[in-house]
């Protein structure tokens, strides 16, 4: 069975430029997580889908960032404008069942470079 | 305060030393549940291990090892036997209630660095 999709796996933009970060979860799963890994900050939840719902936004860090699933099988992360800071390495995960109490699959990340 | 803390930011032993990763947690919820993830070079996160509140028992896998103990908070893992495919950046994390219709957050530590040398 396929994993978690995630892509581009590489992204380099300019500062100002809009960036969309796409995912594909694993099928049947029901929970889907974005999150942003740097060296200073570690692995940071940025939001949480369940049923294609976000119920947990709270670590989305800015309005320059927006997540939507507009069905079970597609998720993307949109940054606009990106700035340099935002470069990290962006994952997606999935989980079958509700929250966080379930083991969430991660897929192999987005990196994103902004110059 | 820190939820998760993995003291040990980098970790370097020689292949077939047995090493202990270290994770103390937080929290006051009576049921959450705690995890290890290992990411390697190659960068994508692996699942370890999931673990309840309510189950205290130690688990064995192969070479790794899980000791769980509520009443010092912590949930350490050990490699027996390290090989140089155990390098690798460890992760515990805690998932705990938010109090919102049973919304439990995951909460990743800093991570530790475990470099092993041939």
């Known amino acids: 069975d396929a994993g978690v999709i995630q892509s581009p796996r590489h992204e380099v933009t300019e500062m100002g430029q809009e960036v969309t970060l796409r995912c594909k979860p694993i099928?049947?799963?029901?929970?889907l997580f974005w999150y942003r890994q740097t060296m200073m900050r570690g692995l940071e939840l940025l939001i949480y889908?369940?049923?294609?719902?976000?119920?947990?936004d709270s670590g989305m860090p800015e309005d320059r960032f927006s997540a939507k699933m507009p069905n079970a099988s597609f998720s993307t992360l949109k940054i606009q404008p990106s700035e340099p800071r935002d470069s990290a390495v962006y994952f997606c995960?999935?989980?079958?069942?509700?929250?966080?109490?379930?083991?969430?699959?991660f897929g192999p990340g987005t990196r994103l470079t902004v110059l | 305060a820190q939820k998760v803390t993995q003291a040990q930011t980098e970790i370097s032993v020689v292949e077939k030393e047995d090493v202990t990763l270290d994770c103390v947690y937080e929290?006051?919820?009576?049921?959450?549940?705690l995890f290890w993830y290992k990411q390697p070079p190659s960068g994508e996160l692996v699942f370890l291990i999931r673990?309840?509140?309510?189950?205290?028992q130690n688990e064995i896998s192969g070479r790794y090892s899980w000791n769980f103990q509520k009443s010092t908070s912590s949930f350490n893992f050990t490699i027996t036997a390290s090989q140089v495919v155990d390098s690798a950046v460890y992760f515990c994390?805690?998932?705990?209630?938010?109090?919102?219709?049973?919304?439990?957050?995951?909460?990743f530590g800093t991570g530790t660095k475990l470099q092993v040398i041939p």
């Open positions: 994390a805690l998932s705990e209630d938010m109090n919102s219709g049973g919304y439990q957050k995951v909460t």
């Open positions: 929290t006051r919820d009576t049921t959450y549940y």
């Open positions: 099928s049947g799963h029901n929970s």
């Open positions: 889908f369940n049923n294609n719902v976000p119920i947990d």
């Open positions: 673990r309840n509140s309510f189950d205290e």
């Open positions: 995960a999935s989980s079958p069942g509700f929250s966080g109490t379930d083991t969430q699959y």
